[in-house]
């Protein structure tokens, strides 16, 4: 599904129009993150994946366009930055990079799928994480077997648990220094139920039953992108979706949207203002490759927008940070 067929199909007003104070719609002057995407290849196929990654997929960040966001962190003093893929660790100059961007970094975020870091190639990288301090985020749908593997493949559960316990057994969770972030997200068409109580259950139920420990939880509506968004648009749910996302559009959130305060780059190098943008392949106006950024500061940009930033925008609101409220 493209970006035509999701504003023709969603029978909502546009979300620019929904947004009364418009100076919301502009960026921050100095926003903190730099959100890097270095490639769509990765070892699971998840049901929800608005990237539509896989095993599959080609598309790899190049060292080039590292070095690039990495020239680009520094001339616009961004603070953190945060990494994502597909599999991020499966991009061969991952390692170099994760070390480059620690030394420039205030807080070096990576986004992993955890199963990863149980394969025999990757089973150095949870070690590799800590001594770089790297605020590892993991998705895990719920915190049961039959919701986790309905949504992201059999036996995905299983290995989370036990790639978490890895993790703790190395700090992760305990030390103040190594912070250990779940995601949650809903199993299908609906919103989230509140962060906090998400937070509670998962705390009692991953300790009770595994004896892990970690440090929050971030509840993220399904934006209705990539897979996810495919599979609203071929079973004739999208416009039911967004009408529920539109119901519970709350204005108080529009002012803390993530893309007012990051740019986020596409493994070839595009900039985008989100994940979500880049999963509809709508770029920023004006200079919009990370090499045009690399000569010169970026600014103040309006933001692009449209009817799927009613997810952002949802009861609590959602970001990669979790709700906004
Ligand atoms: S949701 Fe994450 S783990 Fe699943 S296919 Fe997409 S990138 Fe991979
Ligand atoms: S989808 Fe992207 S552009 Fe739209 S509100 Fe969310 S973060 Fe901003």
Partial sequence: MNIEELETTANVPSFADSVVNKDFLNTLENPS??????????????KHCHVEAGPDRKEIMSKEVMQACLDVFKNN????????????????????????????????IVRTNLVILLTEKYKHIPEFYKSHKINVVCSLPFYSKKNTDRQRGDGVFDKSIEALKVLNSLGYGKEQDLLLDLVYNPNGAFLPPSQESMTSLYKDKLSSDFGIVFNNLYAITNNPVGRFGDFLYKNNMLDPYMQTLYAAFNPAT????????????????????????Q?????????????DLQKEKIGVRKIVTGKHCYACTAGAGSSCGGTLD
């Avoid at 993150?33 to 998840?46: F, S």
């Avoid at 990494?83 to 991009?91: D, L, R, V």
């Avoid at 529009?254 to 943008?277: A, K, L, P, T």
């Fill in 33 to 46: 993150t730099l959100q890097i995407n270095v490639g769509r290849l990765c070892n699971l196929k998840c």
């Fill in 77 to 108: 003093n961004f603070k953190t930055i945060d990494i994502t893929g597909g599999a991020p660790e499966m991009n061969p100059n991952f390692e170099w990079f994760v070390e480059e961007c620690s030394k420039i970094a205030e807080k070096v």
């Fill in 254 to 277: 529009v002012e803390g949207i993530m893309c007012r305060d990051q740019i986020s780059i596409s493994w070839d190098g595009f900039v985008y203002d989100c994940d979500f943008n």
């Fill in 279 to 291: 999963a509809v392949d709508m770029k920023i106006e004006g200079k919009n490759s990370i090499f």
